[in-house]
């Protein structure tokens, strides 16, 4: 029962962050690495990407990437490539696809062997 509603509760939370970019286009812009948000976590400092982002009227804008990791990457300077839903610059994040993929497929798979294992067909 636990693990169906983890699994249940962190898909909705994915899903949640990714309605814009299942819902609009997805436009894919170059951006470069300004500096890094850091946070304290547990006694571990823990690094986002603020992210130097062209938007849609000509400007550029900052934006936070939503991934925080446990070194300050991608460094300072760098250039990237970031998508967005089009019309929403503001949140724009780095791609990382294979996470993605890995992560959604963790949590449903999760979520199928905890239902089932509650309807007792599995």
Same mark, same amino acid.
């Given at each position: ?10 898909l909705a939370?994915? @899903?949640?962050?990714?309605? $814009?970019?299942?819902?609009?286009? +997805? #436009?894919? =812009? &170059?951006?470069?690495? =300004? ?9 571990? %400092?823990?690094?986002? !990407?603020? @992210? $130097? ?9 900052? =934006?936070?990437?939503?991934?925080? +990791?446990?070194?300050? %990457? ?6 990237? %490539?970031?998508?967005?839903? !089009?019309?929403? &610059?503001?949140? !724009?994040?780095?791609?990382? &696809?294979?996470? #993605?993929?890995?992560?959604?497929? $963790?949590?449903?798979?999760?979520? =199928?062997?905890?239902?089932?294992? @509650? +309807?007792? $067909?599995?």
């Amino acid at each position: 029962m636990m693990g169906l509603a983890l699994a249940g509760s962190g898909l909705a939370l994915a @899903l949640r962050s990714d309605v $814009l970019f299942i819902r609009n286009e +997805t #436009r894919r =812009v &170059p951006s470069q690495v =300004v500096r890094h948000h850091h946070a304290k976590r547990g006694g571990a %400092t823990m690094y986002s !990407a603020i @992210l $130097l982002v062209p938007d849609e009227r000509g400007g550029f804008i900052e =934006v936070r990437d939503p991934l925080y +990791t446990p070194f300050p %990457t991608p460094v300072i300077g760098e250039m990237m %490539t970031v998508v967005h839903p !089009a019309g929403y &610059p503001d949140k !724009a994040r780095i791609p990382y &696809p294979i996470f #993605r993929a890995a992560m959604y497929g $963790l949590l449903g798979y999760v979520f =199928v062997i905890s239902g089932l294992g @509650l +309807t007792g $067909l599995g």
